[in-house]
Each structure stands twice: as C-alpha cells, then as structure tokens.
C-alpha cells in the first residue's frame, strides 16, 4: 500500500518533470552556433529605423504582444491574406492600427544575409521587443529563443484573445490568465505603454459621454481632458494620434505609472489599474511609480513570461524565409 502510493507520487513527479522539461525548450543561446549574431544584427536595423521614426520602437514590441496573445508566439500575426490564410492583420484590434511590418521585413533580411534560414519570424520579433525597449531607455534582458514560426493564423482568435481598451479590468485581467499570466505580468507589460500613440478613437469614449453619463470620465484629470479634447474633437475622424505617455512620449520609463496616480492614463484600460478601488492592481501601480529599478526587473521578467506563451519548437512548424507567407506557398 504504502509502497505503491510512493511508487505514485516518485511516477507524478517524474511526469511533471518531463512536462516541464517540454515546455521549457526556449534558450538564450539557441542561436550561439548558428547565428551567434542575431541578436546585433536585430538590433542594427531597429537602431537605423528609429532614427527616421521614433515611435517604431513601440509598434514593434506591440506586434510581439499581439503575436505571443493570439495561437503563443509563433508569428502567425505576420502573415498576410492567401488562398489559406485569413490573416490577423484584419482582425479587430489590428487593422488600421499596427504597424512595423516594413522593419520587420528589413530586419529579416538583415538575418537571411548572414544566417540563410536559421532564424524564426517568432524569434525576430521578440529580439525587436528587447532591442526597442533598451534603445528606448528601458532594461535589458536576456531573450529566450528558439520558437518556430506558424503554418496557420488565428483572426478569429485575434478578435476575441486580445484585449480591449473598453472591457473593463475583470475582463483584461481574464485574457491574461487565459494566456498564463498574472495581475503583476499585467501590470507590468501595461507599462509598455510608456511609450508610443494611440488613436482618438481608441480612447474618445472617455472625453464627452462617458458610459452614458453625460459627462467625461471622472478619473481624467481637467487640464489633461482639456488637451485630449482638442486633439480628438467630438465627431472627429478617431485616427488623430496621442502620446501614451503624455510626459516623456519616446522614452522607456516609469512616468506611466506616474501619470495614472495623476489621472493621466491615456486609455480607460490604464487609468483602471490605479483607480479600480481594491483592486491588486494599485499598490503594483505605486511600487512601480516609486521604483523605477522594481518596475525594470518585473518589466523584464513578464516579457520573458510572455515570450514563454505556447511556442512552437523542435520539429513543429518551420523556419519562415519571408515572415509574410508559409514557405513554399
Ligand atoms: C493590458 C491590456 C492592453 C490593452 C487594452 C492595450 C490597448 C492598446 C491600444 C488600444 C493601443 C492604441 C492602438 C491605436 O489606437 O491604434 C495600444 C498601443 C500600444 N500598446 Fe497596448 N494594450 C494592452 C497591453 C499592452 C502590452 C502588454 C504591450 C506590450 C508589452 C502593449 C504595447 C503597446 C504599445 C507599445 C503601443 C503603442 C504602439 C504604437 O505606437 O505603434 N500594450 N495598446
Ligand atoms: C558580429 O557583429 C560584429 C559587430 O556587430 C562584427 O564585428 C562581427 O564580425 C560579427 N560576427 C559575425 C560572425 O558575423
Ligand atoms: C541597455 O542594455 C545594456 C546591456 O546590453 C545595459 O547596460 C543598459 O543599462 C541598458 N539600458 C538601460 C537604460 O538600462
Ligand atoms: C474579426 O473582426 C473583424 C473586424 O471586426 C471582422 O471583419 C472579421 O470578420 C472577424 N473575423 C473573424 C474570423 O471572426
Ligand atoms: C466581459 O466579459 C463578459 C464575458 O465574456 C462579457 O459578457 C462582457 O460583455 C464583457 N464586458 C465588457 C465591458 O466588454
Ligand atoms: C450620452 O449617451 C447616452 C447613452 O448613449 C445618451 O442617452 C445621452 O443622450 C448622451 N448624452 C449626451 C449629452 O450626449
Ligand atoms: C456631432 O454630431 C452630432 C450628430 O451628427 C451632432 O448632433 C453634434 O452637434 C455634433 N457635435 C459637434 C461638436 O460637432
Ligand atoms: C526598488 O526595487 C528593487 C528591486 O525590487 C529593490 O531591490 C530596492 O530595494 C527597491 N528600492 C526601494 C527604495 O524600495
Ligand atoms: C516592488 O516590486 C518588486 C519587483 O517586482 C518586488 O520585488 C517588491 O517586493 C515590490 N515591493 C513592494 C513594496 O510591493
């Protein structure tokens, strides 16, 4: 009895442990022999591109974002519309609004030129991730890699797994947890929205009736609606652009937290985190806001939680040539 009942236990741990060990194939030194580069030449082609645009930095790290929530981080957000695909990019918090697919485009040429087929559309775009927050001022961490790319996309699953700036705490914090990932991890990742634009439309419902109220949301602060409302005017066409950070818009900081102990959270979303009253999310906020170092190290452990989501590896998928379409089609 006894004996059998150990031999059950020492089985179980066993079987986690194998679990464990496929699901934990991603490595920072995959590449070391065969593009022991990669990650320079990532960063070379995300440096050049921020010269003439300061803001790509941010949209690239959104599409690893949008890739890792939708199917993990297999680059099925980077395929375009084919006989078999329906792509993601039309997907509801895609279309018309993100965007870096041309630098994608550069900095996988940059890989094929000195590693032909070795690095992952996937991998790319988490090395971009990592390379536009410390261009951008923020930490450094040590990207895990190895992920292959998809043979599918998952529009559907784009309209539905990735959040939305309108539906509420309970409901953003559900999509991370369905993704495997906590109230600090989202806390955390928010603050990615230190830096980059977004649309009036993403956040005008705050300015002049919200929720059916009348008036404009309560935890914007004055002087702060008084700007948003003449960049976004009322029957405006919603694709005007606002810094996410009003302080330091193309830096990679902890004024984001900063700005939501203001009111001055650009999307409903932000706001939320810091003034949902009792929610676990707040003293995140103020840890965050008061230590810059605290919100760099969780900052950079939540990406690596996040870059963990389902990737594809050993024999499953394949080795993109050209991020936009599945080889051979
Ligand atoms: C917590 C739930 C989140 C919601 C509801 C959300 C929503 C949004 C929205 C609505 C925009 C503006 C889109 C537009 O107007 O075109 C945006 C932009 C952005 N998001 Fe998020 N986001 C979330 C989490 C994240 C995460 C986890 C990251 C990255 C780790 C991220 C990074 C960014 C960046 C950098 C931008 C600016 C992109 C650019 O300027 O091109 N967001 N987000
Ligand atoms: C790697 O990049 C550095 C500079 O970024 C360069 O000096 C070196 O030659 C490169 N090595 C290889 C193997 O390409
Ligand atoms: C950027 O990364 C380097 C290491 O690659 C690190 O020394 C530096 O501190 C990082 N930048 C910031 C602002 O943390
Ligand atoms: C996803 O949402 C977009 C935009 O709302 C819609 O056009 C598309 O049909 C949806 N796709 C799927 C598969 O649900
Ligand atoms: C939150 O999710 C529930 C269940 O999916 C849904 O019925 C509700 O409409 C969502 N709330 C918002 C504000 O989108
Ligand atoms: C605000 O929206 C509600 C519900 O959509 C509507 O009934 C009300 O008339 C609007 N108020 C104003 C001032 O536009
Ligand atoms: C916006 O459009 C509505 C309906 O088309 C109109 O009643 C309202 O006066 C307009 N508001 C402004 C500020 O132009
Ligand atoms: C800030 O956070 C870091 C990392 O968690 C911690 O080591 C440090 O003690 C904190 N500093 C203060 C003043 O609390
Ligand atoms: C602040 O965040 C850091 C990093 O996640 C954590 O180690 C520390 O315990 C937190 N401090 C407080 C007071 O919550």
């Not at 009942?5 to 179980?12: E, P």
């Not at 599918?152 to 959040?163: D, K």
């Not at 005008?204 to 949301?217: E, H, I, M, Q, V």
């Amino acid at each position: 009895m006894c004996s059998s009942i150990a031999s059950f236990v020492v089985a179980t741990i066993f079987v986690t442990l194998l679990l464990r060990e496929s699901n934990a194939q991603l490595s920072a030194t995959f590449y070391a022999s065969s593009c022991p580069n990669a990650s320079s030449i990532v960063r070379n082609v995300v440096q050049n591109a921020l010269q003439s645009d300061s803001r790509i930095g941010a949209s690239l790290i959104r599409l690893h974002f949008h890739d890792c929530f939708v199917n993990g981080c297999d680059a099925s957000i980077l395929l375009d519309n084919s006989a078999n695909i329906q792509s993601e990019k039309d997907a509801a918090p895609n279309t018309n609004s993100i965007r870096g697919f041309d630098v994608v485009d550069n900095i996988k040429t940059a890989l094929e030129n000195s590693c032909a087929g070795v690095v992952s559309c996937a991998d790319l775009l988490a090395l971009a991730a990592e390379s536009s927050v410390n261009l951008s001022g923020g930490p450094s961490w040590s990207v895990l890699l190895g992920r292959r790319d998809s043979l599918t996309a998952n529009q559907g699953g784009a309209n539905t797994s990735i959040p939305s700036p309108f539906e509420g705490l309970t409901n953003i914090t559900s999509k991370f947890s369905a993704v495997g990932l906590d109230t600090n991890d989202l806390v955390a990742l928010s603050g990615a929205h230190t830096f980059g634009r977004a649309q009036c439309r993403s956040f005008s419902n705050r300015l002049y009736n919200f929720s059916g109220t009348g008036n404009p949301d309560p935890t914007l602060s004055s002087s702060y609606l008084t700007t948003l409302q003449q960049t976004c005017p009322q029957n405006g066409s919603g694709t005007a652009l606002a810094n996410l950070d009003l302080t330091t818009p193309d830096n990679f900081d902890n004024s984001y937290f900063t700005n939501l102990q203001n009111n001055q959270g650009l999307l409903q979303s932000d706001q939320e985190l810091f003034s949902t009253s009792g929610a676990a999310t707040v003293s995140i906020v103020n840890n965050f806001s008061s230590n810059q170092t605290a919100f760099f190290e969780s900052f950079a452990q939540s990406m690596i939680n996040m870059g963990n989501i389902s990737p594809l590896t050993g024999s499953n998928g394949e080795i993109r040539s050209d991020c936009k379409k599945v080889n051979g089609s």
